[in-house]
């Protein structure tokens, strides 16, 4: 079985500064990762996605995440927060290109000004 | 670029009665999903179709749901009796490179 598991339900930096949301997944095959954001009563909107290959992913918004299999991890970052940032964002797996996504229980980015 | 769209955008419904939730796919995409998001919690899965029938379904996919694609374009989800439970967001996606969502339906059952 495949899960997510996301470090802090809750993060808040100031604007400018550094952004760093954890992920952790487990999965029984090669997994196919993704990050989504969610604004505030909106739908999900895909950030970046690994399948193969480099395992250093960029995605929209000036987002990127690392695939790091050793780890099991794949955290997102951003290099300089903006107010624009602030949403929810979820980490997900699946097991390949048609299967269902699991996601994990989201964290909410908060950006100080 | 083609998006999902989802009709309705809020429905509220009395507590036993039945809803359809309407969907349309990208027009050339073959897999089709059904999630669900109640009010603060992550994201659940809860079918998947593909060639006119469910791949796959989730626990919550109970007999209460079902799901069909009744022409070549729309993409619905049935809740036969509605329960206080089934009030969440409900998204649909469908499957081209990766899986595009579709904006949702908001249901409250009262």
């Known amino acids: 079985a495949q899960s997510v598991t996301q470090l802090g339900s809750h993060v808040s930096v100031s604007e400018g500064a550094l952004v760093l949301l954890r992920c952790n997944y487990s999965?029984?095959?090669?997994?196919?990762l993704f990050w989504y954001v969610q604004y505030p009563n909106q739908g999900l909107q895909l950030l970046l996605k690994?399948?193969?290959?480099?395992?250093l992913v960029k995605g929209i918004n000036g987002f990127e995440a690392e695939f790091k299999k050793s780890e099991t991890s794949f955290h997102l970052t951003k290099p300089s927060a903006h107010m624009s940032d602030a949403a929810e964002y979820f980490c997900?797996?699946?097991?390949?290109?048609?299967?269902?996504?699991?996601f994990g229980k989201g964290t909410r980015l908060h950006i100080l000004p | 670029e083609p998006e999902v769209t989802q009709t309705p955008s809020h429905q509220v419904t009395q507590m036993g009665q039945e809803v359809i939730l309407r969907c349309v796919p990208i027009?050339?995409?073959?897999?089709f999903y059904w999630y669900r998001q109640i009010l603060g919690q992550k994201v659940e899965f809860l079918v998947s179709?593909?060639?006119?029938?469910?791949?796959?379904k989730s626990e919550i996919f109970d007999d209460q749901f079902s799901v069909e694609r009744p022409d070549g374009s729309n993409f619905t989800l049935k809740i036969r009796s509605t329960k206080l439970e089934d009030s969440a967001m409900y998204f649909c996606?469908?499957?081209?490179?990766?899986?595009?969502f579709g904006p949702g339906t908001r249901l409250l059952v009262l």
């Open positions: 027009s050339n995409h073959l897999y």
């Open positions: 179709f593909y060639n006119n029938e469910i791949s796959e």
């Open positions: 997900a797996v699946s097991r390949n290109r048609d299967d269902k996504i699991i």
């Open positions: 999965s029984s095959v090669p997994p196919y």
């Open positions: 996606a469908s499957q081209g490179e990766t899986q595009y």
């Open positions: 690994y399948t193969t290959g480099a395992t």
